[in-house]
């Protein structure tokens, strides 16, 4: 609801609700470092209004720089073939914002949504949370009042911090950690890896995916601290994938458990090669809650290869057309471009057409030297206040040598490089979530 100049108040659709929530509270995806909260007073404020929904079913909670979003698909996937009603919150969303909160796969109604911020208006106006502070509250009820047996809840950023952190899971997961967003969580892995490491909770075993130098110490130390038995999944699986058969759109996998020696296989329908490390953490995540849940082997394998048809996972890898191959991926951080590009390298080509855009608080110097220079770009900036602008993309990226033309409008780029592209050509889109969105 909303309150016109003459006091009147008229009652909202969904496309209004929507608007209402972007206009109305500062939301980190689009206008970015200013809509972030170094406390969680609102958080807290919203979960003792709502009487605590989150401590009425089990919680997994999912950190992590790169993988989270692929790994908490795959969770969600797994305990829905077990049989259990399963919540997912994952943040940002591509297309509509209910993406960001499904239950058995299907996203929160739109009734649902205008529904509350009807019903809750008077809160939201007297503490005027953050976009994400009020989607989490959202969230936690609508999981609460779906009767869910789990919920399985990805952090948005950090997780010292980060608005899911009011938690008790009973597992914490972190997936690793890289390049970003380090002007709000620190300047170097360490100091990342410390706000990531605030969602350990006492006496709840945490799984770490990669085991990496500069960070393996704080987790282990964390996790000492608060009672907390931690794995490295890396340490104790090992996966090969085999390589990627375009025609097959999913890729087998192998998996050994280095502890006992067991063997599994299976197929993946996610075909990035950065999938690897993240099977590894759901073997060892469904290894450590064996006393928590009951499932099969055949869960755990089925969960894995129906994971966009189980939760509708989009944006990872994913073939938009063939002659010429159109790939898109999510990947905006050092370490995810370079996952994916390295996987470019080896496709069989003529040529490579990069449609890429970034967002404006992008440090481009960790991320355009990784571009090959030999590819023809089409530089371009998705429809949010945060998108950098094409030609100052245009004009950073020819100082490495990455030579283009400019487009104000990703469907505008897309559409040229189509036009341009022989048979035998591939375009890449990519760069950031947001550009992902425009084309998925």
Known sequence: MVEEG????????????????????????????????NNLQNTITLDNYFGHPHKKYK?????????????????ASVLLEAGYKTGLYTS??????????????????????????????????????????????????????????????????GGRLDSTNIITPVLSVI?????????????????????????????VPVVVSETQSE???IFIANAYENGSEIWFADQNFNCHLEDYNLMKGEREFKM??????????????????????????????????RDVFNFTQSDLINGIRNVVKNTGLFGRWQILGKNPLIICDIGHNKEGLGYVLQQISRIPKSRLLMI?????????????????SNAVYYFTKASVPRALDENILMSEALKYGLSGKSFPKVKEALRTARADASEKDMIFIGGSTFVVAEVV
């Open 6 to 37: 003459n006091g009147r108040v008229v009652e909202m659709n969904y496309k209004e609700t929507i608007e209402f929530l972007y206009s109305q509270l500062p939301a980190y995806h689009r206008i970015g470092k200013a809509a972030y909260k």
């Open 59 to 75: 919680t997994i909670h999912v950190a992590g720089t790169n993988g989270k979003g692929s790994v908490s698909h795959m969770i």
């Open 92 to 157: 940002p969303h591509l297309k509509d914002f209910r993406e960001r909160i499904k239950v058995n796969g299907k996203m929160i109604p739109k009734d649902e949504v205008t529904g509350f911020v009807k019903k809750h208006s008077a809160i939201i106006k007297t503490i005027n949370p953050s976009f994400f502070e009020m989607t989490v509250a959202m969230a936690y009820d609508y999981f609460s009042r779906s009767n869910v047996d789990v919920a399985v809840i990805e952090v948005g950023l």
């Open 175 to 203: 997936t690793n950690i890289g390049h970003d967003h380090m002007d709000l969580l620190g300047d170097t892995l360490e100091k990342v890896a410390t706000e990531k490491a605030g969602i350990i909770k006492k006496n």
């Open 215 to 217: 960070t393996k110490e």
């Open 256 to 289: 050994t458990d280095k502890l006992s020696g067991s063997l599994y296989a299976g197929k993946i329908s996610i075909c990035g090669n950065y999938q690897l490390r993240n099977l590894q953490a759901i073997f060892q995540i469904f290894k450590s809650l």
């Open 356 to 372: 890429i855009g970034f967002v404006n608080d992008k440090d481009l110097r960790y991320i355009l030297p990784l571009f090959p």
